[in-house]
């Protein structure tokens, strides 16, 4: 036995304490995050002496910027009598003398209420699909949206659209039909063969007899008076609308049991990605009319959409079919277990989990498939870029660069950045619910 | 000798085996590319009859039941299920897939729905049910696998031996004429075993046609009415369970009891 009393008894229990100060809130931040080590310390100071030094510069040239003059040359003279010759400031005129130009390019001005509309059209289709909460009749406004939009933008008669949609319905009729009497592998060849039929031999006609018996319509706008961040706009946000249908349709055919169907998505998938974007926009150009019926005239920026959106699809089947070989075998053994075809365990229960699964990379292709549309001023269409070459060619705006390209910049940046942080609260979102 | 699966008296008033055929498998052979995993297959199932297979890992017991509702296409030989036989033909597969049961080793429960979803999924889009009816019957199924408080909540907050249950309660909304379980135990704790191997014998007790894959060689004693032995792809003995674990023929058999009850 040993003479160590080991036995204790509490008299009293502690009452709960705060905990010391430099624990916690932000003195205990910046103790973790900035001065965690003497090393840490120095390149904290560093850093800080770098952040003023760029910050003491670029500030000055930026908020003293001269706004409201109308020439290069006239913002010099104001330059020169404010702050001296020898002092660098920002003539940030260029944007209020030219901003129509770079958000519209040469839409004309008395219709821009236009391509505003259809945008705010666009995104009010656009919430019943982002937020599943919302009430499903809404989706009614989602299937219009794109064709009221597209007449908004074009102008000219409303038949086009109408005539157009009608491809749609015709293929959504066909493919129930022929599910239900033949079997689901014709109804999606059915979906997809009656209306290109319909479009190819048909929609023109009725367009036109539709057209001459009710002519109902607004002014017309051409192809190639769009330009600016309309521009860019329209390609983009029509490309990722369309590309992701699209993208999931050629990765489940990817995975598909039939060899006919899988080999189109890989042949499809590699063709697109194996070629330079810019390859197929010059085919977009020059090419695509061969390929039509002649005497159709088909739009050059419809063109180069088809071609964005083929371009991206293929990339986003590749990430959703990660997305798909992500998932337990299981998932798709229960589904089928309980009796559920194809389409339904597809819909139900394998693409909601494998596209929660490629959210982070659908999102990253749409952020680069948006900024890509700056690619189009190659094939000689005024995207902002283009608009800017165009400014700077003016005898007014000769010389002036940094600041139409920083106003890209940031504009482009607030739009891709936005798509970020809604796809970190969609993760966020379904990792809450899914659990 | 194993333990029991339960200490109650199992009630075998609703235990009959009628002349009815449920399952009837005749020459069927599967390879998995050159490998021959099923070989000859006879088999007929009765309704009412509870069959438990078991037999070492790979010897295609798996393979076996999950042929009967086409998770696995056989080669050769003819496999009816209901009357219905298991053909290409992708209605004939739905159709039997929705009056065959089947519970699985890992559950495949579905993590992005929630229980009563799992459970209502089914019966709503393949029976097309409405929505208030199918909940009702999940509901009524759920409490019978007695956990309908979890009915809210998503698969990954629950316990092994809760999710199994959940899965079996999903497989009976569909009101199956036969349940195939394949290792329903294998992946649970010892203590979870025991809930669902409970929820089995109620099944069992109910009348329920059923084919097992599993260890469990007490359900086999307490509750089964037949015992298959496969090895090697094939079907090496079946008896009563007291003829079977009493007086097995064959030596594999022997063998393998020894190994699996620890003589």
């Known amino acids: 036995m040993s003479d160590t009393n080991v036995s204790y008894v509490r008299k009293e229990m502690l009452a709960e304490a705060a905990p010391p100060v430099s624990e916690i809130g932000p003195v205990r931040w910046v103790r973790e995050n900035l001065f965690s080590s003497p090393l840490n310390a120095i390149l904290t100071i560093i850093s800080l002496y770098v952040i003023y030094w760029v910050v003491g510069h670029v500030a000055p040239w930026t908020i003293g910027g001269i706004w409201g003059a109308s020439s290069l040359t006239e913002c010099r003279e104001i330059r020169d009598a404010t702050v001296g010759s020898d002092h660098g400031i920002a003539c940030w005129s260029v944007l209020s003398h030219r901003w129509h130009q770079l958000l519209f390019g040469y839409y004309p001005s008395h219709l821009y209420w236009r391509p505003v509309l259809a945008l705010l059209l666009f995104l009010a289709g656009l919430v019943p699909v982002l937020y599943p909460d919302t009430s499903r009749k809404l989706l009614i406004v989602s299937a219009i949206a794109p064709f009221a939009c597209f007449w908004l933008l074009w102008g000219g008669s409303v038949w086009l659209p109408v005539s157009t949609a009608l491809g749609f319905v015709v293929g959504y009729f066909a493919f129930g039909l022929a599910t239900r009497l033949i079997s689901p592998l014709a109804g999606i060849l059915a979906a997809i063969i009656l209306p290109l039929l319909y479009w190819y031999f048909i929609a023109g006609d009725l367009y036109a007899a539709l057209a001459d018996t009710v002519p109902l319509g607004i002014e017309f706008v051409q192809s190639r008076d769009f330009g600016g961040f309309m521009l860019s706009v329209v390609i983009g946000l029509s490309a990722i609308v369309l590309s992701l249908p699209l993208g999931i349709l050629l990765a489940l055919a990817r995975q598909s049991d039939l060899f006919i169907i899988k080999t189109f998505a890989v042949v499809f998938i590699e063709v697109i990605r194996g070629v330079p974007l810019i390859v197929w926009l010059f085919t977009a150009q020059l090419l695509l009319n061969y390929f039509l019926p002649p005497g159709t005239n088909f739009d050059l920026t419809l063109r180069v959409i088809i071609m964005v959106t083929l371009f991206s699809a293929a990339y986003i089947a590749e990430v959703v079919r990660g997305g798909l070989a992500a998932l337990p075998k299981g998932q798709y053994e229960g589904a089928d277990s309980l009796g559920l075809n194809y389409w339904q365990s597809m819909r139900l229960i394998i693409l909601p989990q494998a596209l929660k699964i490629s959210i982070p990379g659908i999102v990253n292709t749409f952020i680069g498939l948006f900024k890509d549309t700056t690619l189009v001023v190659f094939i000689g269409l005024f995207d902002p870029l283009g608009i800017a070459s165009a400014v700077r060619a003016t005898t007014e705006w000769n010389g002036i660069y940094w600041e139409l390209f920083i106003f890209i910049g940031v504009m482009f940046f607030i739009a891709c950045f936005s798509m970020g942080r809604y796809s970190l609260q969609l993760e966020k979102k379904l990792q809450r619910e899914h659990r | ?263």
Not at chain 2, 33 to 39: A, D, E, I, K
Not at chain 2, 169 to 195: G, N, Q, V, Y
Not at chain 2, 213 to 238: C, L, S, Y
């Open chain 2, 1 to 263: 000798m194993s333990e029991l699966a339960t200490d109650r008296e199992i009630d075998r008033s609703n235990m009959q085996i009628s002349d009815e055929i449920a399952i009837e498998i005749t020459g069927m052979n599967k390879w998995y590319g050159t490998f021959h995993v099923l070989r000859d297959i006879n088999l007929t199932v009765n309704r009412g009859e509870r069959i438990v297979v078991c037999g070492p890992s790979g010897s295609g017991k798996s393979t076996l039941i999950r042929c009967i509702n086409r998770l696995e296409e056989h080669q050769q030989g003819q496999i009816i299920v209901d009357g219905t036989e298991l053909s290409s033909d992708l209605k004939n597969i739905d159709k039997i897939r929705s009056e065959v049961g089947m519970c699985f080793q890992h559950f495949n429960l579905f993590p992005h729905l929630t229980i009563l979803e799992n459970c209502t999924l089914a019966p709503i889009w393949v029976r097309k049910t409405p929505k208030k009816e199918a909940e009702e019957i999940a509901m009524h199924f759920l409490e019978k696998v007695k956990i309908p408080e979890q009915a809210d909540k998503s698969p990954g907050q629950l316990s092994g031996g809760q999710q199994q249950r959940v899965a079996i309660a999903r497989s009976l909304c569909m009101k199956p004429r036969i349940m195939l379980f394949d290792e329903p135990t294998s992946a649970l704790d010892p203590e979870m075993i025991k809930e669902v191997l409970d929820t089995m014998i109620e099944l069992a007790e109910d009348g329920m046609t059923m084919i097992c894959v599993t260890h469990e060689m007490g359900f086999a004693r307490q509750v089964a009415n037949r015992v298959i032995f496969m090895d090697q792809g094939q079907i090496v003995e079946q008896n009563e369970p007291e003829a079977f674990f009493n007086n097995p023929q064959s030596e594999r058999t022997q063998l393998f009891l020894s190994q699996i009850l620890g003589h």
